[in-house]
């Protein structure tokens, strides 16, 4: 049987991970298809998630849920298609990710794969596809040395090589509304961060205090931090996304926490608090899975518009940066993705010394 003749139905999510549960065989495989390909794509396992991290956000919640395709040939499962499907806000959207073993490409395995997920995206009433595609650095747009096609995308800003992923996409009639910057930091000289941290809150001023949790937000402080993590939905730059702005509260951000906790992670987060108001008006999340502990993810970081100018950003991720080094001293870099557009965070990532990596197209389809 070759791989144009793979049969593509749903997997079940397993209630565990045991070899007693007949379904968790399949998803310790469909896992394993998904690193290889961010493994194919940047040369290492920096993304890589264990079973049990891609088990946790596979089950169900109140915010989201997740559908996961299978292509099969015989017994092996050769291909993959997942769907995350928002169930608070949003819910006119669907996240899809195509994977392929390089055996079994070019037989037409990918299309049929994303036909499926299209298929019952749009039987779950989804009218907006995202996608997102990963691409290593290359040589940039508009350089002397620059011999490869490029796709700019529709925001006007950056632009990605127009290589096999980035082709499929557009294939699939998926329109590119935003290039994201891929950037590292080595934390490996670790000297100076405290120094940084004292100059950023002397410039940042007496009206403003730092905050730091790890874990679960301080009761008194939930309400406010529920308020920055749904401003997030709406002040960072978007582009032309079809997105909506989130509502959160106390409740979803205690869900988030667990999640978090059932993903075998730890959260790092650092929040500025207004003194003369008391409310929270900034803050940036770091995340580290246990089963990876040399790489941190930086997740969101925010000042609200009405308190920027005072330096705020370098403060939140310099501190965020000094307590990851004490509190998780074995990360030995951190990834993050800015907007091309975000020239004010970049600015704040390149004087922290991130350097960038690659980059990421967001893709949108409208059904």
Known sequence: MTPAAAVIAPLSIPGSLDATDPAAADFIAAVDLLNEALRETWGNDDFRDSPLTQLAGFRPSSMRRRILLGARVGRELVGVATLKLP????????????????????????????????????????????????????PVAGSAVDADPVMAPKSGTGAIPADRAARFAAGRDFELEQVERVSVLDLTPSTGWQGRLDAAAGHAGADYALEFWQGACPERLVDSYALLRQRMSTDAPLAGLDVQEERWDAERVREGEAKVRHMDAEELVSAVRHVPTGQ???????????????????????????????????????????????????ASRVWTWNAAENVHMLAINDALGFGAVGYSGEWQKLL
């Open 280 to 330: 929270l008006v900034g803050h940036s999340v770091l995340m580290v899975f246990r089963s990876n502990p040399a790489v941190a993810f930086q997740d969101d970081t925010l000042v609200l518009a009405e308190h920027r100018g005072h330096g705020l950003g370098m403060l939140l991720k310099t501190a965020n940066l000094v307590r990851l080094r004490q509190e998780l001293a074995a």
């Open 87 to 138: 169930l608070l806000d949003n819910i006119h959207t669907a996240w899809v990710q195509v994977a392929v073993a390089p055996g079994s490409r070019g037989a037409g395995l990918g299309r049929r794969l994303y036909a499926a997920a299209e298929q019952a995206a749009a039987a779950d009433g989804r009218r907006t596809l995202l996608a997102e595609t990963d691409h290593p650095v290359r």
